[in-house]
């Protein structure tokens, strides 16, 4: 006959595994829960920052594509390319293509930089994502020797006695998981995010340095820098 729920050694809710677990267990699952909860933050901090950061670039895509004229407003990402243009010498010896190919390294160098900025977070991920369920292992592992030592001092095989430590025991593995899975899943997203809008940005570099060499895309000399600086300014 089954035993009655009154007189099992242990409950089996959430709350009481961990309660009645072992502290080694308890401790590993702490930090499983404590990396789930930044690896969530940092998820949603990256999806707002990449949402944004889409929209900047999309504006100066739609700004490099058109002769700007006074009814333009200057994008965000636009205005900061123009600030390291306008502190790139131009020696009158030097051709306006000479003088966009050094703005393009310029522009090159920062979009480099905005990327690597827009990185940060992800190696937490990548840890968490790589890590977390090994730790959630090494839980389940050690509740499963201490669950097997228990059992031999009780001398007690059944059912009602074995189940409750194993429980314990692969909960540490299930927060494992939990922790793991979304760490993945957002530095996916994140690596396919700016694996696809590093180029886009790169592009968007390379002709944002010709239209402020020649001061219009797709022309060409139709006047000096100082003419594209004076549209930009508009």
């Not at 242990?10 to 009481?16: T, V």
């Not at 990327?115 to 994502?129: E, F, H, K, N, S």
């Not at 030592?149 to 059912?159: N, P, Q």
């Amino acid at each position: 006959m089954d035993a009655p729920a009154a007189l099992l050694p242990h409950g089996l809710s959430f709350i009481k595994l961990i309660e009645d677990a072992d502290p080694v267990v308890q401790a590993v699952m702490l930090v499983l829960a404590f990396a789930s909860v930044v690896c969530w933050a940092v998820g949603f901090e990256k999806l707002i920052r990449y949402a944004a950061f889409s929209r900047q670039l999309a504006s100066l895509e739609r700004f490099v594509e058109v002769r700007p004229g006074k009814d333009l407003l200057v994008p965000q990402l636009a205005a900061r390319f123009g600030a390291l243009a306008g502190s790139e010498p131009r020696p009158a010896a030097h051709s306006l293509s000479e003088y966009q190919a050094n703005l393009e390294r310029s522009l090159q160098s920062e979009t480099a930089s905005l990327m690597r900025r827009l990185q940060a977070g992800l190696p937490l991920l990548a840890t968490v994502g790589a890590t977390a369920p090994f730790v959630g292992l090494f839980g389940t592992v050690w509740g499963i020797m201490n669950s097997f030592t228990g059992i031999a001092v009780a001398k007690d095989t059944s059912l009602p006695v074995v189940a409750p430590g194993i429980a314990e025991a692969l909960l540490a593995t299930a927060v494992g998981l939990a922790a793991a899975i979304p760490a993945v899943v957002f530095y996916n997203l994140a690596n396919v995010f700016l694996s696809n809008n590093a180029e886009r940005l790169s592009i968007a570099a390379g002709r944002y340095a010709k239209f402020y060499a020649y001061g219009a895309l797709g022309e060409g000399p139709a006047g000096s820098a100082d003419n594209g600086r004076s549209m930009l300014a508009e």
